[in-house]
Structure formats: structure tokens, C-alpha cells
């Protein structure tokens, strides 16, 4: 078997780069409105949004590498519906059992005896949280006011959770920061492959090309992880197959093997009625070969009477849709009857077999 692979730990999702390029501002960002003011004990909250391989979470855990001064709590909140279970987790972080009921003065009261640090709480995949506790989102972020002792928070989430609170939500919360972290463009997809591939790859088994051809394949999706995974998967097999470099059929083999657009993580952070929403568009793909307005609005109402929830209205269709459309999950064209005989709106899913979103969906529907 020929050696390709040097060393694969940058090539896994757990490596933290050095430098997260392309990330530079995003990270004085944080740097300024959160760490700065934490060093100072001044607690505040940064809102960090943006879609799935576009770096949001490997700098924040740069900045976790980078200040251990500070006490650094990191949750993954994709499964968590109450702040509560994020204050119990923290407090273990000291080594503070809470058991049964306890209010939140008391677990910062707690904390005030064991801590000589600042505290920074991290809470990733963190919408449906929100959604779900906004209440415990207050009392985290205005603890300075309310219980003395202040702490930084890092909210991070594929959608701005700021565009699922109310104003009088965003007026109780007070002064926050947002931080958006936008699609990786193609060049810059190539420069994190091209920095990747130098540092886990033999020099030689890869070329300029394959590099290129990878970054065109996700320049659609902004997306460096997936570019990131089709490296690997196409390293691995090349080195499977025993040749000396990876070749184009390595490269359509590993993208073949993902999914470049539809991720737990973004179906998570969906409400209950976006996942059936979502669901009912599947179902008409795969019952009717085709998915309308008319029809998705049909099969949400059995669904919506199915699971004992009120029907959604015209409104709340349309609204959902253009939010699964800017997650990339679907798309929506506008198709004529022909000459003088209007047109109607057809919903299609992105880039995944529709069998495939619709087992995801049930998987996630059972958890919720």
C-alpha cells in the first residue's frame, strides 16, 4: 500500500489549526466585545451565526487553545432544552454536584466559593435552546445584574437566534453582540485545502488540480469541512487502492460518499412545524413526483392534525420555506402553465435523495 497520508489528525474535524485563516476578523470580533471585557470582569454576549463548515466552531475552540486563563465551559446544546441543564453541566465543571431542583442565584452563588477565575460559557448548535428557555437565556445573560457575578457567553447557531426573539425579547436581553460568519468562497476553500493538504499529506500525492477541482465542488455549499472531508475520503482511498497519488475518480468517489448540504446540525435548529413542514415536502416528492404550494399546504394539515398541532397558515408556508431555502435544504421555482395561463410555485429538495432527508427527518422527528 502506497503512502499518502502523513499524519491524518488535519485532516479530522477536531484539529485546530494554528491560524484559522480567513477567520482573522471574526476572531477580533470575539476577541473584543467577550474575552477583552471578561479580562476586566465585565460580562457580555456575542451572537455567533453562520451555515455549517464556515468556521465557527473551530474558532471559537482556537480561542478556548488560546486563554487558559479563563475558566472555558464549551456545551453542545444540540439535544438540550433548558439552560438549567448547561448550569448544572458548568457547575461540574467546578466539581459542584447540583442535584434536584436549584435556582439559578444559587448555582452562581456556588460558583463564587470554588471560582478564582473568569468564566466563559460556550453553548454551540444553540437555537432550538433559545427557542425553547428564553427565560434562562436571560438570567445567563444579565447575571451580572441579577445575581453579581458576571460571566462571557458565546451563542453559536446556524441562523441568527437574534431574528427568533420578539423586540420586547431583544429589549429585555439588553446590549449583545452579533458576529456573522459568512460562506467560505471558493479561493478561500482552496487556501484551507492547499494548508491542510501540506500538513497531512505526503508532498507529490496530491496536485493543484485535485485541490481545485475539491474547492469547486463546495463552492456552492461555503462550506470548508465538507471540503475538508472530500480530501480525506479521497487520501484514504487513494492510499486504499494503492496508488501513488489521489486522481479525479478518488475525489467524484469521496463526494459521492457525503452530504454537502443537508447536516443534523441544520435540521436540528429547526422548530417542530419547520420539520414537519419539511417532512410534508418530502412526502409529496415522493408520493406525487412533485411538490406544489397547493399540495404542501394539503399534506402540512394532515400532518399538523396527525401530530395534535393547529395548522399552520399561508403565511407561516411561505416563511418557512425561505428559511429552508437559506439554509440551502430546499429550493423553490416559479413554473408557467404556458402563455396567459399564470404560474404556480414548486418546492424541490437540494442536492440529497429525497429518501434519504425523509429518514433524517423521522430520526430527528423521534427526538424531539
Given at each position: 500500500m ?35 471585557p ?13 451555515q455549517?463548515?464556515?468556521g ?18 464549551y ?20 466539581g459542584?454536584s ?30 432550538n ?7 434562562g ?6 447575571s ?9 457567553i458565546?451563542?453559536i447557531?446556524?441562523?441568527n ?13 439588553g ?13 478561500q ?23 481545485s ?9 461555503g ?23 489521489i ?9 459521492a ?32 413526483g ?14 399538523a ?6 395548522q ?19 429550493e ?37
Amino acid at each position: 500500500m502506497k503512502n499518502i497520508i502523513r499524519d491524518p489528525g488535519p485532516l479530522e474535524n477536531f484539529f485546530i489549526p494554528r491560524n484559522v485563516i480567513h477567520r482573522e476578523r471574526q476572531f477580533r470580533d470575539i476577541f473584543s466585545s467577550v474575552i477583552l471585557p471578561l479580562r476586566s470582569c465585565i460580562g457580555s454576549t456575542a451572537f455567533i451565526y453562520g451555515q455549517s463548515g464556515t468556521g465557527k466552531t473551530v474558532t471559537v475552540r482556537q480561542i478556548m487553545e488560546k486563554e487558559r486563563d479563563l475558566h472555558i465551559f464549551y456545551e453542545n446544546a444540540i439535544s438540550i432544552t433548558s439552560f438549567k441543564k448547561v448550569m448544572g453541566d458548568l457547575a461540574a465543571s467546578f466539581g459542584i454536584s447540583i442535584e434536584g431542583k436549584i435556582s439559578y442565584e444559587s448555582v452562581f452563588r456556588l460558583m463564587q466559593r470554588v471560582n478564582n477565575k473568569q468564566v466563559l460559557l460556550i453553548v454551540d448548535e444553540a437555537l432550538n435552546l433559545i427557542r425553547s428557555d428564553f427565560e434562562g437565556l436571560y438570567s445567563l445573560m444579565r447575571s451580572g445584574e441579577l445575581f453579581g457575578t458576571s460571566i462571557g457567553i458565546l451563542i453559536i447557531s446556524v441562523d441568527n437566534p437574534a431574528l427568533h426573539l420578539s423586540a420586547q425579547d431583544m429589549r429585555k436581553l439588553g446590549i449583545f453582540n452579533e458576529i456573522k460568519f459568512d460562506r467560505y468562497t471558493r479561493n478561500q476553500i482552496l487556501d484551507i485545502l492547499s494548508s491542510r493538504a501540506s500538513i497531512s499529506l505526503y508532498g507529490g500525492s496530491y496536485s493543484d488540480e485535485i485541490l481545485s477541482q475539491i474547492a469547486s465542488l463546495c463552492e456552492k455549499s461555503g462550506s470548508a469541512r465538507m471540503g475538508i472531508e472530500i480530501l480525506q475520503k479521497s487520501a484514504f482511498g487513494a492510499q486504499y487502492r494503492g496508488a501513488d497519488a489521489i486522481d479525479l475518480e478518488d475525489v467524484r468517489a469521496a463526494a459521492a460518499m457525503i452530504n454537502p448540504f443537508i447536516t443534523e446540525s441544520k435540521l436540528m435548529e429547526l422548530d417542530f412545524r419547520e420539520i414537519l413542514l419539511l417532512q410534508s415536502v418530502c412526502q409529496n416528492l415522493i408520493n406525487e413526483g412533485e411538490c406544489t404550494m397547493e399540495s404542501l399546504s394539503r399534506s402540512m394539515a394532515v400532518n399538523a392534525e396527525i401530530h395534535g398541532i393547529k395548522q399552520p397558515d399561508t403565511a407561516f408556508i411561505y416563511r418557512a420555506i425561505r428559511h429552508l431555502e437559506t439554509l440551502d435544504i430546499v429550493e423553490s421555482r416559479l413554473e408557467s402553465f404556458g402563455p396567459g395561463k399564470g404560474v404556480r410555485k414548486k418546492v424541490y429538495v437540494n442536492d440529497v435523495p429525497v429518501e434519504v432527508l425523509m429518514k433524517k427527518i423521522q430520526e430527528i422527528s423521534g427526538r424531539l
